[in-house]
């Protein structure tokens, strides 16, 4: 009897050290995945920094506005991520994509400007858009890996 209990104790001890050496496994291999998926870069994307400033007739504008970058044309694989800014009325802005501030992923981007008079409704968007509607800011090419880019645009008086 003596041998039977013994012979139940040690499967029972070997059955604990087999589930103790599964969940180590387990867990070692749980936690080298997520080191792995981690280390591939998943959040990281390509983005270039890009700041400037849109002058209003080389002045100040008369209300806060908005910059916006449509993709044009994608370089390589890499996703069409359109981008945009506010700036307020010094016309200061840093441009963002997937949250405020990050930048531009690379690519060619069409870019445009708006700034419009909130105060009378009424009144025809055109008439409200302080940008003439014959204005056309030059396209924005971003190239992977490039430094920060500094823009500067002037925006003429309406007519």
């Given at each position: 009897?003596r041998?039977?209990?013994?012979?139940?104790g040690?499967?029972?001890l070997?059955?604990?050290?087999?589930?103790?050496?599964?969940?180590q496994?387990?867990?070692?291999?749980?936690?080298?995945?997520?080191?792995?998926?981690?280390?591939?870069?998943?959040?990281?994307?390509?983005?270039v920094?890009v700041?400037g400033?849109a002058?209003?007739?080389?002045?100040?504008?008369?209300?806060?506005?908005t910059?916006?970058?449509?993709?044009?044309?994608?370089?390589?694989?890499?996703p069409?991520?359109?981008?945009?800014?506010?700036?307020?009325?010094?016309?200061?802005?840093?441009?963002g994509s997937?949250k405020?501030?990050?930048g531009?992923?690379?690519?060619?981007?069409?870019?445009?400007?708006?700034?419009i008079?909130?105060?009378?409704?009424s009144?025809?968007r055109e008439?409200l858009?302080?940008?003439p509607?014959?204005?056309?800011?030059?396209d924005?090419?971003i190239?992977?890996?490039?430094d920060?880019?500094?823009?500067?645009y002037?925006?003429?008086?309406?007519?």
């Amino acid at each position: 009897m003596r041998n039977f209990r013994k012979h139940q104790g040690d499967q029972f001890l070997i059955r604990i050290a087999a589930r103790q050496k599964i969940s180590q496994v387990l867990v070692a291999s749980i936690c080298l995945t997520l080191l792995a998926s981690w280390g591939c870069g998943g959040d990281r994307k390509p983005l270039v920094a890009v700041a400037g400033q849109a002058t209003y007739a080389g002045g100040e504008w008369p209300m806060p506005g908005t910059i916006t970058f449509t993709p044009a044309e994608t370089t390589g694989s890499l996703p069409a991520r359109p981008g945009s800014a506010r700036f307020a009325v010094d016309g200061k802005f840093v441009v963002g994509s997937y949250k405020p501030g990050d930048g531009l992923m690379p690519g060619n981007y069409h870019v445009s400007i708006s700034c419009i008079d909130p105060i009378d409704f009424s009144k025809p968007r055109e008439e409200l858009e302080f940008v003439p509607a014959d204005f056309r800011a030059e396209d924005l090419v971003i190239e992977a890996g490039q430094d920060a880019v500094e823009l500067k645009y002037d925006i003429p008086k309406k007519k």
